[in-house]
Each structure stands twice: as C-alpha cells, then as structure tokens.
C-alpha cells in the first residue's frame, strides 16, 4: 500500500466541509448516484479505521486512513455521467441555434396549396387561408 499525506487539522476540516456540500449539492439536484458514491466512500473511510484488527501495522492503518480520506469527495462514476450530459446539453444548445432548414416558407406560391397544420394561430384557424382547427 502505498503511503498517502496524513491531513492536517485545517485539511481535514477543509475536506469534509466539501463532503458535506457534496452531499447537499446532489440532494438540491436529485443525483441519488452521487449520494450513493459519497456514502459509500464515508464506509470505506469508517471501515479503514476498524479494519485490521491487528493485521495491519499501525502505520498500514493510517495509510489506508489516509487514502480513505483523501478520497471521501471521489464521484467518478457520477462525474462521468456529468461530463456526458453537459457534451449533450451543449450539443443541443448549439444545434438549437442552427438554422431550421425542414420549416416551410410562406410564399405567394403556397398559400393556395398548403397544408394549414403547420399555419395554425392560438385559436386553431389557419393564418393562411382562415379555415377553422383542421
């Protein structure tokens, strides 16, 4: 096991102050993945605190403490999924401003010959030709 810093007070404080805006953070948006991640990495770091029972060194508990620890804000599986809904969102936002090439163009030409669905008003009758919800 490869040794790990043991935090100081001021790091410890400062780390689970972010767990802790972590886990409200992903209870304001509804992300259960997250919370499960951060609470499952609260029962690693709980459990590398009793895990030995003397079949560690007492320098091999604190190292796998001090893993625990630093990795009690690691969400990687719900950072993954955040990273690809933003890819989406921005993929969508950048299609959105594209122009709409499929909508039909009013023209002099269609107006005896078009198909009123796509003309209707708030009431339902067609802006073209003022046949009634069609």
Not at 28 to 51: F, M, P, Q, T
Not at 52 to 62: M, P, W
Not at 68 to 95: G, H, I, M, Y
């Amino acid at each position: 096991m490869k040794p790990t810093k043991t935090p100081t007070k001021t790091e410890k404080i400062s780390q689970y102050e972010a767990f802790l805006h972590k886990i409200n953070l992903f209870c304001i948006s509804g992300n259960n993945e997250g919370i499960k991640e951060l609470v499952e990495n609260a029962d690693i770091w709980s459990y590398c605190h009793r895990v030995s029972n003397g079949g560690f060194s007492e320098k091999q508990q604190q190292s796998a403490i001090d893993n625990a620890f630093w990795k009690l804000c690691n969400t990687p599986k719900t950072d993954q999924v955040s990273q690809e809904r933003q890819k989406f969102w921005a993929t969508q936002k950048e299609e959105s401003l594209l122009p709409k090439k499929d909508l039909p163009v009013q023209t002099e030409d269609n107006e005896e010959n078009h198909e009123c669905a796509l003309y209707l008003d708030i009431n339902g009758t067609c802006i073209i030709c003022g046949s009634g919800n069609t």
